[in-house]
């Protein structure tokens, strides 16, 4: 007898687990800040900021989200410092278990930017898909499916565009995922591009990955590769570490300070450029993140 299947992850999280440990947690550009408070009344505050390193401007946006779990419901509005209003209204379990939608737009009021996203997901034990309609833009159709059995996974994704009547873009994927370990092989743009990722939890401090991609229509053939490892110190610290094919070494380290209050630090390293006195364009790159939360 075949065991109850669990809800497969999404087209946009497959070789998560890899992505997260090769991408997050690793601040290169100048220092930012994340302040979150959540009233009694379930709305949740998120205060956040940045300084580029590179021109010293500073980008900021303030969000609020109000949840309610008994009806099913998110809202979410934002406003940043380039004046643009992000909207987003969830919806979950209405008309069928498993069935959410979503919409989620965006405005310029000083210019013309402006778009609106339409979103229907369906979850259920084997199957994870979506539907997505972008009013804005052609308009688009874009639809991807994930099934899953027994820890293989087999998705796609394709993309038509309503006004030219063409399909615009197309994938295809399979993988495998279990508790200790994920891999995952994907064929996107078009199936020009493909990546093959790599997880493995080693033992309960230790993590490990790797991602591999070849872009067919690049101008150089060679395959990008990046490994990666995560290092937990202790139940309040852990540190971060990959290096790429091009010799570009990233190096992150997470304190919790206290309860609610995280701070990262972030450092990457050309290793093919240490020996410069005075190196061309930036060589080496440095950051910090702090989070408060309340």
Known sequence: MSLPQPVPPSWKDLGKSSGDLLGRDFYFTG?????KTVTPSNVAFKVSG???DKTH?????LEAKYSNKAHGVVFTQAWTTSNLLRTQVEAENHLAQGLKFDLNTSLAPSGTGKSALITAIYKQPGLHTRAFLDLFKGPTFTAD????RDGFLLGAEASYNVTEGKVTR?????????????VTLQGLNNMNLFSASYYHRVSPDVEAGAKATYDSKGTTQNVQLEVGSKVYLDNAAYIKAKINNTG?????????????????FGLA???QRLNEVTPSGPAHKIGAHFIFEG
């Open 145 to 148: 499916t994930v099934l899953g």
């Open 248 to 264: 570009i070494l990233g190096l992150g380290y997470t304190q919790a300070l206290r309860p609610g209050v995280k701070s990262y």
């Open 170 to 182: 197309y994938a295809a994927a399979v993988g495998f995922s279990a508790p200790e370990y994920a």
């Open 57 to 61: 401007l500073v980008s900021g946006e």
């Open 31 to 35: 220092t930012s800040l994340e302040v």
């Open 269 to 271: 390293l050309d290793t």
């Open 50 to 52: 940045k300084q580029d």
